[in-house]
């Protein structure tokens, strides 16, 4: 296990994404640095760090030595996530890959107020202006009391003063025209979000147009 001796940063090192591949090399999911350095210290997995196009392969040991090194000569980035711990300094590994067969999971997407925010780049489907999370609210583009329900195809991102304005009426009613018509993405929203992140650009050599990640 790993004793770090940091503060914020530490919590903020451990809670950064890793992608977690099955022995085959394809994505089965995203989860927490945290529990990576857990599959790692047990022997379950290993780190696939992607170096000038090649895939190198690290077990825990060597991927301390590693980080140690470069750590010594200073061979860091911005865009890593590093923990201190009481003995090493160890690099955040971005991919790692299970040494145990698990399948790839079922295509099941979350639906959920922060998977529909990002499917709609937080964008009110309105007024197309963009807002925070705090600032926009989920609306049925048919009211519950028209008998729409709740699901990708009928909930859209709105902000508060559009959902106040169209009310308890279709859009057409309201006289209001969606951005876009709903529907359910066909890969995580959250997945599609890291990737656009420099630091996880290296998920792009392991996720294909076809994959599905589920976000633990």
């Known amino acids: 296990m790993i004793s770090a001796t940091s503060g914020k940063a530490l919590s903020s090192a451990m809670q950064a994404s890793v992608l977690a591949l099955n022995k085959t090399y394809s994505p089965v999911h995203v989860i927490s640095a945290k529990r990576a350095f857990c599959l790692l210290s047990k022997d379950i997995a290993e780190v696939i760090s992607v170096e000038d196009g090649t895939f190198m392969n690290y077990d825990f040991s060597s991927w301390i030595e590693i980080s140690e090194l470069r750590s010594e000569f200073n061979e860091r980035s911005e865009l890593e996530d590093w923990i201190l711990t009481v003995n090493y300094e160890i690099q955040v590994p971005r991919v790692v890959r299970l040494l145990r067969y698990d399948r790839i999971p079922n295509n099941t ?3 959920n107020r922060r998977n529909i925010f990002i499917r709609d780049s937080y964008r009110c489907q309105y007024c197309q202006k963009k807002f925070n999370v705090k600032q ?4 049925h583009v048919v009211p ?7 699901s990708w195809e009928n909930i859209v991102s709105a902000c508060r003063r559009c959902n106040t304005k169209k ?3 279709t859009p057409t009613q309201a006289g209001m025209k969606l951005l876009q018509k709903p529907a359910k993405p066909s890969r995580n929203p959250v997945l599609l979000q890291q990737v656009k992140q420099a630091k996880y650009e290296c998920w792009k050599n392991f996720v294909g147009t076809k994959e599905l990640i589920n976000c633990d």
Do not use: A, N
Not at 144 to 150: A, E, F, I, K, Y
């Open 136 to 139: 926009l609210s989920l609306d």
């Open 167 to 169: 009310g308890g009426r």
């Open 109 to 111: 997407i979350k639906f």
């Open 144 to 150: 519950r009391s028209h008998g729409g329900g709740m």
